[in-house]
């Protein structure tokens, strides 16, 4: 039987929890999903509530045909919210102890890049595009974004984004490691599904461990102390009665295939 559960409905992010996998949707089209104060605090809120609803991995998508045309205009220019108070929900994904999945199927322009970036894995389609336009509108990038982008893309892919201009498509993005698959549109939500699905179907606590080491190693440059990281995380992992029970069922398999 499917577990499902909704969330918020008068939001600007709707949110399901379904199978382990909550589905975050930014569901503000007529503002083209512009990531606004509210629809930033409306998507930490929905992250939380993902989490205690017991989601083991997100998928973050939007209402097209845009995924987010980057920070609100007007509140940036009536500056009525102090910026670093529009980070909310970035900051909420990127610090969920989950694996987070963002499906981009239409334009990401300036803060709104700053979502799929801050995200485990990225899926697109031929139609998105990524451009951080920050420039353009004479304002410096912000929230991290740049340090997210120069991870995915480099420091010579990020200058060329961001101080030349530069975008990339869907297909484009996979080829400079923005994005990790291209698909149609048709299969976009199927293929983050899928994906999430399968992390949520592994050990809560080694996956969320396993998210943890990827951070950490990340923020090292020397083997030794990152092979230290693994190796705790590796000693702990085969003490948990989850690793007995995983090779209980192997050799069940290999001998019932003998058999």
């Not at 600007?12 to 104060?37: E, F, M």
């Not at 845009?66 to 670093?84: E, N, Q, Y």
């Not at 595009?129 to 893309?153: E, M, N, T, Y």
Request: proline share 6%.
């Amino acid at each position: 039987m499917r577990a499902q559960a909704e969330g918020p409905t008068n939001g600007l992010v709707k949110l399901t929890v379904d199978d382990g996998v909550g589905h975050l949707v930014l569901d503000d089209p007529a503002q083209r999903n512009a990531l606004s104060k509210r629809l930033s605090d409306d998507l930490a809120q929905a992250v939380d509530a993902a989490l205690e609803q017991g989601a083991r991995a997100l998928v973050l998508s939007a209402h097209p045909p845009v995924f987010c045309a980057g920070g609100s205009l007007d509140g940036l220019l009536k500056r009525s919210t102090p910026l670093a108070e529009m980070y909310a929900g970035m900051a909420r994904l990127w610090e969920a102890p989950v694996p987070t999945i963002a499906a981009v199927g239409g334009p990401a322009v300036g803060a709104g890049v700053s979502l799929p970036l801050v995200c485990d894995v990225v899926v697109t389609t031929p139609a998105a595009r990524f451009d951080p336009r920050f420039l353009d509108l004479a304002i410096h990038p912000g929230g991290g974004h740049l340090w997210h982008l120069v991870r995915r893309v480099g420091a010579q892919g990020a200058a060329a984004m961001v101080l030349c201009g530069d975008t990339l498509d869907g297909e484009e993005a996979v080829r400079h490691g923005l994005a990790w698959r291209c698909v149609p549109e048709a299969d976009l939500l199927p293929t983050a599904s899928r994906l999430a699905g399968r992390a949520a179907d592994r050990s809560a606590a080694l996956v969320r461990r396993t998210k943890q080491s990827l951070r950490q190693n990340a923020a090292l440059s020397d083997v030794s102390a990152a092979a230290a990281v693994e190796l705790a995380a590796q000693e702990w992992s085969v003490g948990r009665p989850e690793f007995t029970e995983a090779v209980q069922r192997v050799r069940a398999a290999v001998t019932g295939q003998r058999a």
